[in-house]
């Protein structure tokens, strides 16, 4: 029995025995890879189906997050209604998303009705058919949520530092206007989905308490589709950044607050600075006890949240800060935020700090393993982009080990303010 007069003994998160639970792999009669976590208390099931589909692969802009998105709008044999109806009676929720290079089909459900759901997710892979009716609403939602997100200063923000980091013409720079929505055509979204769905490259990420019969169960239904039947040629782009450093934008002239954005480009996970940079940047914004929260929100009281982190695409990355604060003190955040760059540049960050940053670090991770479905999500993330088990134990070791001096010479290789888009939005 638990004796409770007798303190427990209190570990940092630091010295946790973190393991990455390994996935097994197994392959699809048509070559699709599979890659499945068996664990959880619950008969629950993800099935994640990813495809290289994102923006980067359209010829037209918004021609690939369209397509994604009315996937389950209309198949040959059902109506949109009926799939809505299908995945509910069984209390199954079946999402997709599209994003810079890949799109995803998810389905969440219980393992019990996997063989009542898997041939519609098939079914939606291979008969949609983009009824003319669907787009048309689709089209019609679009532009009124966009008419009304762009009265939005943080909204215009985020779609402007994009532009101006990456270039317009640029996958990740690239954004959306009521004339896209206008120009889209069905036969557009029909052959893009033939091309990168019905017969595009795949992968499945499988993920909750396993039936034994799961890969039976896959390649029965999935395994028979004509996916990864012909390669993908590989894009290029080239990034053409904006001369111009320095933006203010008038989006509202009766605005009281501006939306901030700082960014500049930063290299993928592959780079040897990169696992390092992380640990800069949650002492200089990553977390609650940032040095930016405690200047700019807890001390001068200039914003609710400011906040610094990495959009990371499989190319390339972008470093961050954004947040918003009154339209009087924008120039000074502005301000402090590069003051607080060129004091970890000229101070070295002291034990009591780095160590409170090691722990939370090592606490998010183990946060982000608790559970089949957060475990999947990870190796997912390491295996679109081309990495290893190695990177998940050398991420835990740069984080127990980095020094002050290291993280010194990073911030003065890397927070430069002269380097660094600057966005004002009011």
Known sequence: MLNRTIEPKIIDAVDFDLQLKPYRHFTLDNGVPVYSINAGAQDVIMIELVFDAGNWFEEKNIVAATTNFLLKNGTKNKTSFALNEHFEMYGAYLNRNCYSETATVTLHTL?????????????????????????????????????????????????????????????????????DYDALQKQELEKFYHQYYTNGNCKIFVAGKLPDNIEQQLNNVLGKLPFNTSSLHSKEFISSPAEQKKYNIINDVNG???????????????????????????????????????????????????????????????????????????????????????????????????????????????????????????????????????????????????????????????LNPEEFYELVVV
């Open 256 to 414: 009281v607050q501006g939306a901030i954005r700082l960014a500049k480009t930063f290299f993928n996970r592959h780079h040897p600075d990169f696992q390092k940079v992380q640990v800069l940047n949650n002492i200089f914004g990553g977390y609650f006890s940032s040095r930016l929260m405690s200047n700019i929100r807890e001390d001068k009281g200039y914003t609710y949240g400011i906040h610094s982190y990495f959009q990371n695409h499989i190319h390339e990355s972008c470093w961050m800060i954004a947040t918003e604060a009154g339209r009087d003190v924008c120039d000074a955040t502005i301000e402090e935020t590069y003051k607080e760059m060129r004091r970890l540049q000229d101070e070295l960050v002291d034990d009591e700090e780095l160590s409170l940053v090691r722990n939370y670090m090592m606490g998010s991770i183990l946060g982000d393993l608790d559970g089949p479905f957060q475990i999947i999500a990870r190796w997912k993330t390491y295996i679109l982009n081309n990495l290893t088990e190695d990177y998940f134990y050398a991420s835990l070791n740069t984080i127990r080990t980095v020094t002050a001096e290291e993280l010194q010479f990073l911030a003065k290789k890397y």
């Open 111 to 179: 393992c019990k009705h996997l063989h009542h759901l898997l041939p519609v997710v098939a079914e939606i892979l291979t008969e949609s058919v983009f009824p003319e009716e669907e787009l048309n609403i689709y089209k019609q939602n679009q532009k009124q949520r966009l008419e009304v997100n762009l009265k939005k200063c943080d909204f215009v923000a985020n779609r402007l530092i994009d532009e101006y980091v990456y270039g317009f013409h640029h996958p990740y720079g690239r954004y959306t206007s009521t004339l």
